[in-house]
């Protein structure tokens, strides 16, 4: 009987699901797992920094390994390096089904760049510039399907460097982000010989676009082109209309992607290009921008239908299509049509508003749409979401008793539980960085709504308190946390605020914990254990006694209770909770994170402000259960090994910069053969190339883990630790405590209190 895994298609099947390491040893079990299991290893390849100067330029493993397998590779990843034209020859003759290639942070100049597009093979450059329709554009897809379809080995020839290459007829995705030697009147002639092939181009803060006939033009060659990441430039309204098609430049073009961060442009020529793409927009990033409602209307509006009163009533239809929107420090943008929005759009997956007047209305309606397509869909309603309704009809009718008015409805007849499949579509990321209009109520809709949801950034939200981690939460997939500023009390500011928080309280009464003797209110040293408020010295604003409050137990069950929160979210990789008005104590609960946080949290941050100390107990704490899973103060033979892992770790890193050094110092003309010879068997970590976000690359290095290695008694992968200067016993504090962080491998930051690092660095 054949066994399934001797089948060549499930096998293939079975290797999208793998992690890279794991397809690594597949590819040793025999030669169909090898057949298998090679093409995923080999589909995206990232080399970024001094990765990519050993692999890369010096690497020959590597490079015979990419002549065997290059036309397996589909995503390229060379950042931060030296290019030079050789390089570029040789990736076009091997990676000859590369679609994305991404040359951010490079040296690369349009004179490089022409080795790999060196040809018009779609007779795209001989279109008339006055006419957009012309024949031999509208044919230039025949001609790309046809290309496409010849032999892998069939060449063409450049006439005018007689350099045989294989051009890359499948590139569809370029990306130059911070590329210093290009330009747009050079760069975009160059990329216009792609034709049709051309899918997304990304030109992040690249000078000299501004002006629009140069974008026009490349336009023109590449009809296809529908996303564009402008980020930086000078890109202005002008190009926005030829895009919509109000200049008759250009026939209206519906836009999938539009990156426009920090780009000159307004919402007079934002509005008409979202009402042309209005079907097929999915992505949108446009902060820092003077952008106003209509832009948000254009999403939604129904111009065919208007109302019969004497004023024109906005009319909306359901947007289906946009799943992704980035409009933070919009000022302009009103509560009222981000209701309006969240009430007609599905798809959302990833919304960005920091700064953006929003309130607790929007985030129920965005709520609300995720519920509703989640039950559109067969997938059922979280069951935190059915508890919290139903605690809500029972406290109206319990309130309702002995008053002349009818009593609530019965609870909500029982309907289908979420089951924990994939939600296509669901929110998956929400940041609300200063949103001062956002309460606990707003919050915990998305939270018992959205088990998708990954990322949450509620830093400077002043009127969210710890009391939103009372209660049930769905969301168990978090992977990046920032409550940064998060006060432990509530802001009560209004009656409803109030309320709800009354009702929360009787929803989900908090387990008491177990009482504690007196003598557990003092510290180690004695002094009353007592919590200072941030202290304002303004003269209207003096600091009171009743700025100074003791740790009770209503503090300790709701600390418990977040405890509680986090020791569920076992993907978190982030964790910002500086700036808070809370003390971070082992016996308040922090022993109930473990172990979900020692399995994937690379960086925490716990600055504390002045008052709210770490005491040598917390920090003992973290090197216990981050480090090596044992008390290394008390244990002599592990106090012995420190300095031997110090000289290692140091030896590996000065290695690094020695030959850092003596390839910069090389000349650029050098063979390939003239470096030391180095193993062909070398392992190589080929990791698959995702497009992160700029704020988490600034927090953890891609090539930390080169510097300092990898110890096999790890126990976590923890490795940035943030502390404030201030957040500590400095006359208690044992040195060596903080010594081992730093020959562990930990980076361990001290912060200013006037310089505190947030979520943005």
């Not at 080399?47 to 692999?55: E, T, Y």
């Not at 031999?136 to 496409?148: G, I, K, P």
């Not at 939200?461 to 939103?468: F, H, I, N, Y």
């Not at 992160?692 to 953890?700: A, G, I, Q």
Request: charged content about 30%.
């Amino acid at each position: 009987m054949i066994s399934p895994l001797d089948l060549l298609e499930i096998l293939e099947r079975v290797a999208t699901y793998l992690e890279p390491n794991d397809l690594v040893r597949a590819c040793q079990v025999s030669a169909l797992f090898h057949s298998a299991c090679t093409p995923h290893i080999w589909h995206s390849v990232t080399l970024v920094g001094n990765r990519a100067i050993r692999v890369w330029h010096k690497g020959k493993g590597f490079r015979q390994g990419l002549i065997h397998y290059g036309p397996f590779v589909r995503e390229l990843r060379l950042n931060d390096t030296h290019i030079r034209n050789r390089d570029i020859e040789f990736m076009a003759v091997n990676c000859t089904r590369l679609k994305s290639l991404d040359l951010s942070y490079t040296d690369i100049t349009v004179g490089t760049l022409k080795t790999l597009l060196h040809s018009d093979p779609y007779k795209t450059l001989s279109a008339s510039m006055d006419s957009p329709e012309d024949s031999d554009t509208v044919d230039a897809n025949t001609r790309m399907e046809q290309y496409r379809r010849m032999p892998a080995i069939q060449t063409n020839r450049d006439q005018n460097s007689g350099i045989e290459t294989k051009f890359p007829f499948h590139l569809e995705e370029l990306i130059f982000a911070n590329c210093e030697l290009l330009s747009g009147p050079t760069l975009f002639p160059v990329t216009a010989l792609l034709g049709p092939q051309l899918l997304h181009l990304s030109v992040d803060r690249i000078t000299d676009i501004g002006d629009s006939s140069d974008l026009v033009r490349l336009l023109k060659h590449c009809p296809n082109l529908t996303r564009l990441n402008l980020v930086g430039t000078d890109a202005n309204d002008a190009f926005l209309a030829a895009l919509a098609g109000t200049t008759k430049e250009l026939a209206p073009r519906a836009m999938e992607a539009l990156y426009l961060n920090r780009a000159p442009v307004s919402a007079v020529g934002l509005t008409p290009l979202v009402k042309v793409s209005r079907d097929k927009l999915e992505r949108l990033s446009c902060p820092n921008n003077d952008i106003d409602d209509d832009v948000i209307y254009a999403f939604i509006e129904d111009a065919k239908e208007l109302s019969k009163a004497p004023r024109p009533v906005k009319s909306f239809v359901r947007n289906d299509i946009l799943s992704i929107l980035g409009l933070s420090r919009s000022v302009n943008i009103t509560h009222k049509a981000l209701l309006e929005l969240f009430r007609h759009t599905t798809a959302l997956t990833m919304v960005e508003l920091d700064g953006v007047d929003i309130r607790d209305d929007a985030l129920e309606a965005l709520a609300a749409a995720n519920r509703n397509r989640m039950e559109r869909l067969g997938l059922g309603i979280p069951e935190a979401w059915i508890q919290h309704e139903q605690g809500a009809v029972k406290l109206l009718a319990r309130r309702q008793k002995g008053v002349q008015q009818p009593l609530a409805p019965a609870a909500p007849a029982e309907r289908k539980r979420y089951d924990g499949a994939w939600v296509p579509d669901g929110l998956q990321a929400l940041s609300l960085k200063n949103c001062l209009g956002v309460t606990n109520q707003g919050i915990r809709a998305i939270v018992r709504s959205c088990p998708m949801l990954w990322g949450l950034n509620l830093n400077g939200c002043k009127s969210v308190s710890m009391r939103v981690f009372r209660g049930p939460w769905i969301c168990n997939k978090m992977q990046d946390l920032n409550i940064s500023g998060i006060n432990l009390r509530i802001q009560i500011k209004t009656k409803s605020m109030l309320l709800e928080e009354v009702t929360e309280d009787e929803r989900f009464p908090m387990p008491l914990l177990l009482k504690t003797h007196p003598s557990d209110d003092f510290r180690d040293d004695g002094h009353y254990d007592y919590m200072a408020l941030p202290i304002d010295f303004s003269e209207e604003n003096k600091i009171s006694n009743m700025d100074i409050t003791r740790n009770d137990g209503e503090t300790r069950r709701t600390l418990n209770e977040f405890y509680r929160k986090l020791g569920q979210f076992d993907q978190l990789i982030r964790l910002n909770m500086a700036k808070s008005d809370y003390r971070i104590r082992v016996k308040d609960g922090l022993d109930l994170v473990l172990p979900a946080l020692t399995k994937n949290l690379k960086w925490w941050n716990i600055y504390r402000p002045s008052g709210h100390t770490l005491q040598n107990v917390e920090i003992e704490w973290f090197g216990k259960h981050f480090g090596y899973g044992l008390d290394f103060t008390r244990n002599l033979d592990e106090l012995d090994r420190q300095p031997r892992i110090e000289d290692e770790y140091q030896k590996s890193y000065h290695d690094d910069e020695k030959e850092e050094a003596k390839f910069q110092a090389e000349n650029n003309d050098i063979e390939m053969d003239e470096f030391p010879d180095e193993d062909e068997n070398d392992e190589v970590d080929v990791l698959d190339g995702e497009d992160e976000d700029e704020e988490v690359d600034e927090c953890y290095d891609e090539d930390e883990d080169e510097e300092w290695g990898e110890d096999p008694n790890r126990v976590s992968k923890l490795k940035i630790l943030q502390l404030g200067k201030c957040s500590f016993e400095q006359d208690n504090l044992d040195r060596k405590l903080f010594k081992w962080f730093i020959q562990s491998g930990f980076d361990v930051r001290e912060l200013n209190a006037k310089n505190v690092m947030s979520d943005d660095e």
